[in-house]
């Protein structure tokens, strides 16, 4: 099955920020090696959420637990799934926009009922007082990469490799230094533009990155977006260095440099987008 047009903003925590039973249930899960990695992942997710929204429609069920597993110095990290919450936003996503009488068809009421709870418990942070755990280490953009994601990476953090089958673009960091950069990104930003909506959104991720493990581990992956460049764009991608520069120039008060960079970077991820209306 091809990859998705997908990227994804994730976070992998050390196995001390779980409880002990978690602890135990993520050490066993890594040994045995049942974890699939970045490149199949995001199809079995996608399998499993179209598979549990078609079993029955009466309830939302019980998924196993599920997550990527990553190795950094000498420690195992993981990054859950959440697929019972990713089957939640999809069953309330089936519902926008459509007829109720469509809407009660495909989704009734409750189920639409228990996904809504489902969601607001993990957006009001219940679940993780509940289990200790912060609510989603894994964000996900169709048809490209967020702008505001480049602020916590920097360039010479890319991974890449473009064998046939396995092509792969992500950056890895700690997460003491995407925090470092996100919080630098909305000093300027709320200094230079005030609360306009890049502001808000960096902010937004900002306190997201807050929620986890001090020695986390932030991970930005083109996913399935590197079947749709060719081998030169991916090589000359300088996504995290223009935002770095449209950022300097900012704090500079150098706005015609900074529209320069955003502009670029705009215009590279727009010719991605718009392959969307192609599919």
């Not at 309830?59 to 196993?64: A, M, T, V």
């Not at 630098?184 to 960096?202: H, M, N, Q």
Request: hydrophobic fraction near 40%.
């Amino acid at each position: 099955m091809p990859s998705l047009f997908a990227s994804y903003l994730r976070v992998y925590e050390p196995l001390t920020a779980f409880d002990r039973d978690r602890q135990s249930f993520w050490r066993r899960y890594a040994k045995e090696g049942r974890d699939l990695g970045p490149v199949e992942g995001p199809v079995r997710q996608r399998t499993a959420v179209l598979e549990a929204l078609g079993a029955g429609w009466t309830r939302l069920p019980d998924l196993p637990d599920e997550a990527y597993v990553l190795e950094w110095d000498n420690s195992i990290l993981v990054c859950p799934w959440n697929l019972r919450l990713r089957v939640a936003e999809a069953a309330l996503t089936a519902r926008d926009g459509v007829p109720a009488v469509l809407a009660d068809a495909f989704v009734p009421p409750i189920l639409a009922g228990q996904a809504k709870a489902v969601v607001e418990d993990w957006r009001s942070g219940a679940k993780v007082l509940e289990q200790g755990v912060p609510r989603v280490h894994e964000q996900v953009s169709t048809w490209g990469v967020p702008l505001r994601w480049f602020a916590f990476v920097d360039l010479e953090e890319r991974d890449i490799a473009l064998k046939a089958r396995r092509r792969t673009l992500r950056y890895r960091t700690e997460i003491s230094k995407a925090r470092r950069r996100a919080h630098r990104a909305v000093s300027v930003l709320r200094k230079s533009l005030g609360d306009a909506p890049i502001t808000e959104a960096v902010e937004e991720g900002t306190r997201w990155l807050e929620e986890f493990h001090p020695r986390s581990v932030v991970e930005l992956d083109y996913g399935g977006l590197v079947n749709l460049l060719p081998e030169d764009k991916l090589n000359e991608d300088d996504s995290p260095g223009l935002v770095a520069a449209g950022l300097s120039a900012l704090s500079r008060g150098d706005a015609e440099s900074a529209s320069e960079a955003y502009e670029k970077l705009v215009a590279r991820w727009r010719a991605v987008q718009l392959l969307e209306r192609c599919n």
